[in-house]
């Protein structure tokens, strides 16, 4: 794929059934302008957002990704999304996505201020080259997110586990990495914990167990994770979800970085310390995570 577009969706309500949404839907080019002066998206990033990997034009895990839209959507107060009106969008997107690695970014903003509806679009778009990370690793700094594990649920205002648009701290984190001589970021949780990096889950192996934090505490549950549980538990692993300390890191017999546009890329050093690499099961996981998933 090798170019940009958006499909403008006009949004029904979530429980309006129709069997073609396709006349609610425009079709324009990225360059061409499609927001109006005044969304909320822009103004505040108030909305919630996915990243839909696509390869060879197969959108891959859209019923996971669409629901965590609509989880987002109801911890941010937005109306709810008619999921059939979104999946038609994202299919006919994918359509035009070709061969190739592409991602699709589906944006439900809580639209114009005063304005009577939400902004809803999806964007297509070639996705970056991550070849060379998942060949070569990552090098992670951990930073400290500044809350401990229990403010999800002490502070649901927060909207820790929603997957909202305001990403200007997620982005100032991975070049307080990049700063450090780091590609990337894990968040620690300010009583000790490990959380997630600003654009991916974290999966750490100790022998044959692997162990992710659990979504309960303010991070996102990530859909590839998800995927890569139900692939490690059908080759016979153990696979769970613990509150992990931040000592535990170091540890780790093998770690990675996971995420639906980057797939799987394994942690080589953890604050300057190598870790243990097993690239032959994360290519194995890349082949898995390349392979059609519905
Ligand atoms: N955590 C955060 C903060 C993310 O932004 C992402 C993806 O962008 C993930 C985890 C991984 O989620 P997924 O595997 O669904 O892409």
Not at 68 to 80: E, G, M
Not at 165 to 180: D, F, G, I, T
Not at 207 to 221: E, K, S, Y
């Amino acid at each position: 794929m090798n170019r940009r577009f958006a499909l403008m969706i006009d949004p029904v309500t979530a429980d309006e059934q129709r069997a073609d949404y396709g006349d609610t839907f425009t079709h324009v080019d990225a360059a061409a302008p499609a927001l109006s002066v005044g969304e909320l998206s822009t103004q505040r990033g108030d909305g919630v957002f996915e990243s839909i990997g696509v390869i060879d034009g197969h959108a891959q895990e859209v019923v996971p990704h669409l629901e965590r839209l609509a989880h987002s959507a109801r911890l941010c107060d937005l109306p709810a999304p008619n999921l059939a009106q979104w999946r038609q969008a994202i299919d006919q997107a994918a359509d035009e996505c070709g061969e190739g690695e592409a991602v699709i970014k589906l944006i439900l903003s809580r639209g114009v201020e005063h304005g009577p509806t939400p902004t809803a679009w999806v964007t297509a778009a070639p996705a970056a080259d991550f070849h060379a990370v998942r060949a070569n690793g990552v090098r992670v700094v951990t930073l400290d997110r500044g809350y401990d594990l229990g403010a999800a649920e002490r502070a649901p205002w927060l909207l820790l586990g929603a997957k909202t648009l305001s990403y200007a701290v997620n982005m100032a984190a991975l070049r307080e990495a990049h700063r450090r001589d780091a590609d990337d970021a894990i968040f620690l949780s300010s009583d000790g914990f490990v959380l997630e990096a600003p654009t991916a889950s974290l999966i750490l192996r100790f022998g044959d167990r692997f162990v992710t934090p659990a979504p309960n505490g303010g991070i996102l549950h990530g859909t590839t994770q998800l995927s890569v549980y139900e692939h490690l538990a059908a080759r016979g692993f153990e696979v769970g979800y613990d509150r992990i300390p931040a000592s535990d890191l170091p540890r780790a017999d093998a770690a990675w970085l996971v995420s639906s546009v980057r797939l799987a890329t394994a942690i080589s050093a953890v604050d300057g310390a190598p870790l243990p690499v097993d690239q032959p099961l994360t290519d194995e996981l890349n082949t898995y995570l390349l392979s059609p998933r519905d």
